[in-house]
């Protein structure tokens, strides 16, 4: 019997990455591939990266430069990089990186065992189009795996917004939504391999408009419900929002499916109407605020998180301070904020106005203050209340085990009966920065 070829993946930047991650790794199970931890243990590496923010083509050709030493001791050795920056950059990186055998785009991994055959031949490989069929219903299915019990899902992906610091509607391509039936298909499939929770992923996820079974196109929040019936999942999120496609029957879900969990990440990258108006949000600060008020009226408990850019081009002192403001109306529980950083092929990267760097350093450590104060005072308020965790994995200690409370705060509780898996109420007794002790009520 020959060894199953050792397939090691490297995953950068966003959740989407993490799922495309895994089909990746399943298709390529169908070609007899077997996950590694260990690159320098390897038959294939793949590199997933992530276009987003800064130099990032620059750190993956230095990771691939990292490679050379493995691929000098076992030439058979070969080495992919898939995702946004193999999106961006195409050709590119077999010129720069003679090392490099694969260049896969987001759109086409389906087509990676081919690729992979090729590859294997000797040939070198590159795919960045934009297909016309559709990935998922083309990927080749490797072992059906017990899964962990929280899961991503992809429903929608793509991005039609065109902020104009953004490379993501360029990587990504035009907002497609994935049919209602093969999401229910793919959601009882992680539910019978163990799932309880399901996190719905899309660029834009709010936007999501899949074609039904009946040939309506189905809103999220009826995506939402539809997957509420299914029997063993316990819990449903979604994640990334825009708050001009947050529609009413989707705030109405926060009220009424016992299912969807109160925790909504919608970024609004900036609390300035001038700069939000320059990167072509298409909202203002005031119509963010009372987004989330509708919100906190479904929901009260909601527990808000977002992205920030400071150092737009053009980003005032006022400017700036009108993002603090935000922040001090709003009150995240979670937030995520950046330098902004001029991205290639983007409107906003030909403007000559740039914010002095160490101006924009500045004004992060400040945000990120503010946040990080905001972030602490959530934590400490769960402090005496119950929560609701989804226990995920066995913790550091003996006998511990660790999940996610409704709010997607981390917990640990001393519970050696606890199974992974199993849902139950927790007394919160010590907050963290990053995480919760609690005991079983
Ligand atoms: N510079 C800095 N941050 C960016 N983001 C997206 N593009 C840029 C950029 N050019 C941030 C936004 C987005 C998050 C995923 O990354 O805040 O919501
Ligand atoms: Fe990028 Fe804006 Fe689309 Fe989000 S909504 S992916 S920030 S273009």
Same mark, same amino acid.
């Given at each position: 019997?020959?060894?199953?070829?050792?397939?090691?993946?490297?995953?950068?930047?966003?959740? @989407?990455?993490?799922?495309?991650?895994?089909?990746?790794?399943?298709?390529?199970?169908?070609?007899?591939?077997?996950?590694?931890?260990?690159?320098?243990?390897?038959?294939?590496?793949?590199?997933?990266?992530?276009?987003?923010?800064?130099?990032?083509?620059?750190?993956?050709?230095?990771?691939?430069?990292? $490679?050379? /030493?493995?691929?000098?001791?076992?030439?058979?050795?070969?080495?992919?990089?898939?995702?946004?920056?193999?999106?961006?950059?195409?050709?590119?990186?077999?010129?720069?990186? /003679? @090392?490099?055998?694969?260049?896969?785009?987001?759109?086409?991994?389906?087509?990676?065992?081919?690729?992979?055959?090729?590859?294997?031949?000797?040939?070198?490989?590159?795919?960045?189009? $934009?297909?016309?069929?559709?990935?998922?219903?083309?990927?080749?299915?490797?072992?059906?795996?017990?899964?962990?019990?929280?899961? $991503?899902?992809?429903?929608?992906?793509?991005?039609?917004?065109?902020?104009?610091?953004?490379?993501? /509607?360029?990587?990504?391509?035009?907002?497609?939504?994935?049919?209602?039936?093969?999401?229910?298909?793919?959601?009882?499939?992680?539910?019978?391999?163990?799932?309880?929770?399901?996190?719905?992923?899309?660029?834009?996820?709010?936007?999501?408009?899949?074609?039904?079974?009946?040939?309506?196109?189905?809103?999220?929040?009826?995506?939402?419900?539809?997957?509420?019936?299914?029997?063993?999942?316990?819990?449903?999120?979604?994640?990334?929002?825009?708050?001009?496609?947050?529609?009413?029957?989707?705030?109405?879900?926060?009220?009424?499916?016992?299912?969807?969990?109160?925790?909504?990440?919608?970024?609004?990258?900036?609390?300035?109407?001038?700069?939000?108006?320059?990167?072509?949000?298409?909202?203002?600060?005031?119509?963010?605020?009372?987004?989330?008020?509708?919100?906190?009226?479904?929901?009260?408990?909601?527990?808000?998180?977002?992205?920030?850019?400071?150092?737009?081009?053009?980003?005032?002192?006022?400017?700036?301070?009108?993002?603090?403001?935000?922040?001090?109306?709003?009150?995240?529980?979670?937030?995520?904020?950046?330098?902004?950083?001029?991205?290639?092929?983007?409107?906003?990267?030909?403007?000559?106005?740039?914010?002095?760097?160490?101006?924009?350093?500045?004004?992060?450590?400040?945000?990120?203050?503010?946040?990080?104060?905001?972030?602490?005072?959530?934590?400490?308020?769960?402090?005496?209340?119950?929560?609701?965790?989804?226990?995920?994995?066995?913790?550091? @200690?003996?006998?511990?085990?660790?999940?996610?409370?409704?709010?997607?705060?981390?917990?640990?509780?001393?519970?050696?009966?606890?199974?992974?898996?199993?849902?139950?109420?927790?007394?919160?007794?010590?907050?963290?920065?990053?995480?919760?002790?609690?005991?079983?009520?």
């Amino acid at each position: 019997m020959t060894e199953p070829k050792k397939l090691f993946v490297k995953t950068y930047g966003c959740q @989407m990455n993490v799922y495309d991650s895994e089909r990746m790794a399943e298709a390529l199970g169908a070609s007899g591939y077997v996950p590694t931890d260990r690159a320098d243990d390897a038959d294939m590496i793949l590199l997933n990266t992530c276009h987003i923010r800064e130099k990032a083509a620059e750190k993956v050709y230095s990771e691939l430069g990292r $490679f050379k /030493p493995l691929k000098a001791a076992k030439p058979d050795l070969k080495i992919g990089v898939a995702g946004c920056v193999a999106q961006a950059e195409g050709e590119e990186i077999m010129r720069r990186q /003679p @090392m490099v055998d694969l260049v896969v785009g987001p759109q086409t991994y389906h087509r990676l065992p081919e690729m992979e055959r090729a590859v294997r031949a000797g040939a070198r490989a590159v795919d960045t189009e $934009f297909p016309p069929e559709d990935k998922f219903a083309h990927l080749p299915r490797g072992p059906r795996a017990r899964r962990a019990p929280a899961a $991503f899902l992809t429903v929608q992906e793509g991005c039609d917004k065109f902020c104009s610091f953004c490379v993501v /509607p360029y990587t990504r391509g035009a907002e497609v939504s994935r049919p209602a039936e093969r999401v229910l298909a793919e959601a009882r499939d992680l539910v019978d391999r163990g799932v309880r929770e399901i996190t719905l992923l899309g660029q834009n996820v709010n936007a999501y408009h899949g074609a039904g079974e009946d040939g309506s196109e189905w809103s999220l929040a009826r995506l939402i419900d539809a997957l509420a019936a299914i029997d063993g999942l316990a819990r449903i999120r979604f994640t990334t929002s825009h708050p001009n496609d947050m529609r009413d029957d989707l705030i109405g879900a926060f009220a009424t499916q016992p299912k969807l969990m109160p925790y909504l990440h919608l970024p609004v990258q900036a609390g300035s109407d001038r700069i939000l108006k320059r990167m072509n949000r298409k909202h203002t600060a005031e119509s963010y605020i009372r987004l989330i008020e509708r919100l906190r009226a479904a929901r009260p408990d909601l527990l808000l998180s977002g992205d920030f850019i400071v150092g737009f081009p053009g980003e005032t002192e006022a400017d700036f301070e009108d993002t603090l403001a935000l922040v001090r109306t709003v009150g995240y529980g979670q937030a995520y904020s950046f330098k902004y950083s001029p991205r290639p092929g983007t409107p906003a990267a030909e403007r000559a106005d740039m914010v002095d760097d160490a101006v924009a350093s500045d004004r992060l450590a400040r945000l990120q203050a503010l946040l990080t104060e905001q972030q602490r005072a959530a934590q400490a308020a769960m402090v005496g209340r119950e929560a609701s965790v989804l226990f995920e994995k066995p913790g550091r @200690m003996p006998g511990q085990m660790v999940g996610k409370s409704e709010y997607l705060q981390a917990v640990h509780v001393t519970a050696p009966q606890i199974a992974a898996g199993e849902i139950a109420r927790v007394r919160i007794v010590e907050a963290a920065p990053n995480s919760l002790a609690g005991a079983l009520v």
